[in-house]
């Protein structure tokens, strides 16, 4: 886990970043739109999107609903499970929206709930199989490389 701001920072940012690519990436092939040129259209607003809600809401109160949880705390793999099973609901709650808006240019109830699930069943084993551990490996390494530089 993270241990100082900018760790947090290059942490939270991998994370959203890989999130927002692989999501977008399933949704455009679910719509069968994927190319790289829509891809890249809706990457940027996605991601600046995904990593405001995560820093300034998501993030927040799912970390504030996870310290009232009965879990074992000191459990590092509770902890990160619950986490960011947390950050996927908040996350895909939101995102949802925007993606049906930026697609079809409006909201209905229906489109979006349908949405949501859709989101949900994929983003949340992304994220505890592949981005969560794939960003942790990333801090690790910044982290050990950080520990030698300040070790000499």
Known sequence: MPTS???RIIFTTFMCFFMVLG????NLLIHNHFSLRELSKG????FVLALLLDVFVV???AKKIVFRLPIKLEQPLYLIITISSLMVLGMVTFM???GLVIESGT???NAYLQAWKMNFIVALPYQLLIVGPLSRFVLAKLQARTQKTTAK
């Open 23 to 26: 999501m977008s990436s399933y």
């Open 43 to 46: 990457l940027l607003t996605g």
């Open 5 to 7: 701001k900018k760790e």
């Open 59 to 61: 993030g927040i109160y």
């Open 96 to 98: 949802s929206i925007f």
């Open 107 to 109: 909201f209905s109830w």
